[in-house]
C-alpha cells in the first residue's frame, strides 16, 4: 500500500518530465549534457570522501555520511538484516511456530520499509493517536501522502513486535 503511493507520486513525476521535454527539446538536452559533465566531475572529486566512509563502516559499521540521515541508515539496515535472517533462517523463539516467526518478522520488514519512507518524506506518518480523517485530508489536500489508519497501526504493531523480540533477532 506505501509501495502502490510511492508509484503513483513517481508516475506524476514522470508524466510532468515527459511533457517538459516535449515543450522545450534543446532545453532538455542541454540539461542532460550539462548533469551528465557535473556528476562525472561530482564523482570524482568525492573519491577521497567514499574512501574515508568505507573505512569508517568498516570500523565502526557506520559512517560520518550515515548520520546525515541516521533514521534512514538504521532504517535499511535493519530492514535488510531482517530480509537475511528470514531468508536463512535457522532459528526462531521457543514459544512460536516457524510459521508464526515469519508473519511477525514480516509485520517488522514492513515496519522498517513504512520507516524508510516517513524518512525520506514519501509518506507521512500520523500517529494512531493523533490520527483523524481530517487530518488525512487535510495532508492529501496539501499533496502529501499520509499513511492510512490501517498502515498506521500495523507500523505500530511492527514496532511493538520489534521490541517484544528484539533479543531473538540472531541466527
Not at 73 to 93: M, Q, W
Not at 147 to 166: A, D, H, M, P, S
Amino acid at each position: 500500500m506505501v509501495k502502490s503511493i510511492k508509484v503513483e507520486s513517481l508516475k506524476n513525476w514522470q508524466r510532468k518530465r515527459k511533457k517538459w521535454e516535449k515543450d522545450h527539446p534543446v532545453l532538455y538536452k542541454l540539461e542532460r549534457i550539462y548533469y551528465t559533465i557535473i556528476r562525472f566531475f561530482d564523482k570524482i572529486a568525492d573519491i577521497p570522501n567514499q574512501i574515508k566512509w568505507f573505512i569508517q563502516r568498516g570500523k565502526r559499521g557506520w559512517a560520518d555520511c550515515d548520520t546525515w540521515g541516521f533514521a534512514d541508515y538504521l532504517s535499511e539496515v535493519i530492514r535488510d538484516g531482517l530480509l537475511h535472517l528470514k531468508r536463512i533462517n535457522h532459528s526462531y523463539p521457543n514459544e512460536l511456530t516457524e510459521g508464526k516467526w515469519i508473519d511477525i518478522m514480516n509485520e517488522i520488514i514492513y515496519t522498517f520499509e513504512v520507516a524508510h519512507d516517513i524518512a525520506y518524506n514519501d509518506v507521512i506518518y500520523i500517529p494512531s493517536k493523533e490520527w483523524s480523517q481530517e487530518k488525512y485530508d487535510e495532508y492529501k489536500k496539501a499533496g502529501l501522502y499520509p499513511l492510512r489508519k490501517e498502515n498506521v497501526l500495523r507500523y505500530e504493531k511492527g514496532w511493538t513486535l520489534f521490541q517484544k523480540y528484539f533479543f531473538s533477532l540472531w541466527d
